[in-house]
């Protein structure tokens, strides 16, 4: 028996680059093959964060949003190329991770998710509130779980939403 760790970062290796078909069937056929003990996923936030839909004060506001509540896997009209560029990557990477998780988890495996907390409310979109994440939950059985990044004691506290195993 023997067990990699793996870190998928292009920047590192391009070969861990899951926008490649031989990194997606590498791990696809490790998965098929019950070959992954756990996976555990966080795939980049940026254009879901909260921080998107707030103004800073009375003539600043932060990025604009990028994504609805109701329709959270595609761009807000209006952007330019370049936001629709990290909406489709941010897309494309969250919907894989969600399948190779459930692909993992039925083969036994172990299966988490790290992504910004879901504020449950508009007009803040979330990967939690859609029907691929609550599949996912139901063919895992993972729970989902609220935690705070950030330094005790600090000013502001960034909330994660995580899924993990219910046992």
């Known amino acids: 028996f023997s067990m990699a760790i793996l870190r998928l970062d292009p920047l590192v290796d391009p ?3 899951i926008f490649k078909a031989p990194c997606r069937h590498k791990l696809l ?3 098929k093959q019950g070959r992954v003990a756990g996976c555990f996923a966080s795939p980049p ?3 879901v964060a909260a921080a998107r839909h707030k103004r800073l004060d009375e003539k600043h506001h932060g990025p604009r949003p990028l994504r609805s509540r109701d329709a959270v896997w595609y761009c807000l009209k209006g952007r330019n190329s370049h936001e629709q560029y990290m909406v489709d990557v941010g897309s494309y990477l969250a919907l894989f991770c ?3 998780l459930g692909d993992v ?3 036994g495996g172990w299966a988490g998710f790290e992504h910004p907390v879901d504020r449950k409310r508009y007009p ?3 990967f939690f509130n859609s029907q691929e994440m609550r599949a996912l939950m139901a063919v895992a059985g993972l729970k989902y779980h609220v ?3 950030g330094l005790f004691g600090a000013a502001s506290l960034k909330p994660t939403g995580l899924l993990l195993p219910c046992s």
Do not use: E
């Open 15 to 17: 070969a861990n680059d």
């Open 29 to 31: 056929s490790l998965s």
């Open 45 to 47: 936030c940026a254009t």
């Open 98 to 100: 969600i399948g190779y």
């Open 105 to 107: 988890s039925l083969k």
């Open 124 to 126: 803040f979109p979330s």
């Open 147 to 149: 935690s705070h990044q």
